[in-house]
């Protein structure tokens, strides 16, 4: 998960916080997927200053396998450079590493 802080009291113009706060969220939801928006700062009539906007990028989930030719070394390089969701031990000496990676991304 990432997150994107937006600080609209660093905005030019008074007044429009809220309309820049409202197109920020619309060009992240045109790239990714908003988790939560959580509120740091307010005005104090209410207005929101600052936000923090949680969001992931579209993934897909990749399965790789790793049998007896591979050492130990690859699998923990591999793991270690992924973004890895479950690894299953199978008999015959064979791993198997279910992960997520990013959709513009081939790894």
């Known amino acids: ?35 939560d928006i959580k509120t740091i700062m307010k005005y104090p009539h209410g207005f929101d200053v600052m936000v923090a906007i949680f969001y992931e990028e579209p993934y897909v989930v990749g399965v790789k396998e790793f049998n007896w030719i591979y050492s130990d070394e690859d699998i923990k390089r591999f793991i270690s450079s992924h973004d890895v969701t479950k690894v299953e031990n199978l008999a015959g000496s064979t791993t198997v590493v279910t992960y997520r990676k990013s959709v513009n991304n081939d790894n």
């Open 1 to 35: 998960m990432k997150v994107e802080i937006f600080d609209t009291a660093l905005r030019d113009r008074p007044g429009t916080c809220y309309f820049d706060l409202k197109k920020e969220i619309e060009h992240l939801q045109e790239k990714y997927e908003i988790k």
